[in-house]
């Protein structure tokens, strides 16, 4: 199975801050990689997919990049609202995995 | 706009079978989409369990998959898990989700499933 690892596990940060979460592929994905955000108690909201793509309705403060084995998910200017649990998922090989999740937190 | 509703016992005991609906509402399963099952025991991350189209084809989490059958009921517009044999460590939140193929754009919003005597 491809391990994804997320860092940082946990990541404080204030409203207005930009932050990246980070997520590694233990080989490489190609581009075949997506970022949910998840709040708790709720399902997974997709992002980003391809990497770089975003969803329909996602604000374009959300951004994907990286290829490979390495990618990053940038949050530009932090909202109340993003103050959430982040995940990676590749589905470059069966069976699809996640990252760990790095849980954004309110400094 | 698709929604996606988990239905099922929320308690199973030990060596029984897990058995979960989803019921797909705005939207065909006859759609170009895969059906995805994933889990998430309490407190932890996410993990893929299995898909299925609606011709039946299907895809399974090797971890589980002697365990494991997803099946898909075109005339009710819904899809299928079974899970023999469970165990504590089955005990999560199960979603189910729609794969645009590969990644979720609509999700179920998630049923808990605990595994007691």
């Known amino acids: 199975d491809i391990q994804m690892t997320q860092s940082p596990s946990t990541l404080s940060a204030s409203v207005g801050d930009r932050v990246t979460i980070t997520c590694r592929a233990s080989q490489s994905i190609s581009s075949w990689l997506a970022w949910y955000q998840q709040k708790p108690g709720k399902a997974p909201n997709l992002l980003i997919y391809?990497?770089?793509s975003l969803e329909s309705g996602v604000p374009p403060r959300f951004s994907g990049s990286g290829s490979g084995t390495e990618f990053t998910l940038t949050i530009n200017s932090l909202q109340p609202d993003d103050f959430a649990t982040y995940f990676c998922q590749q589905y470059n090989n069966f069976p699809y995995t996640f990252g760990q999740g790095t849980n954004l937190e309110i400094k | 706009q698709v929604q996606l509703q988990e239905s099922g016992p929320g308690l199973v005991k030990p060596s029984g079978t897990l058995s979960l609906t989803c019921a797909v509402s705005g939207g065909s399963i006859s759609s170009n989409n895969w059906w995805i099952w994933v889990r998430q025991p309490p407190g932890k991350g996410l993990e893929w369990i299995g898909e299925?189209?609606?011709?039946?084809?299907?895809n399974y989490n090797p971890s589980l998959k002697s365990r494991l059958t997803i099946s898909v009921d075109m005339s009710k517009n819904q899809f299928s898990l079974k899970l023999s044999s469970v165990t504590a460590a089955d005990t999560a939140v199960y979603y189910c989700a729609r794969g645009q193929p590969y990644y979720y754009d609509y999700w179920g919003q998630g049923t808990l499933v605990t595994v007691s005597p």
């Open positions: 391809k990497a770089s």
């Open positions: 299925i189209y609606h011709s039946g084809s299907t």
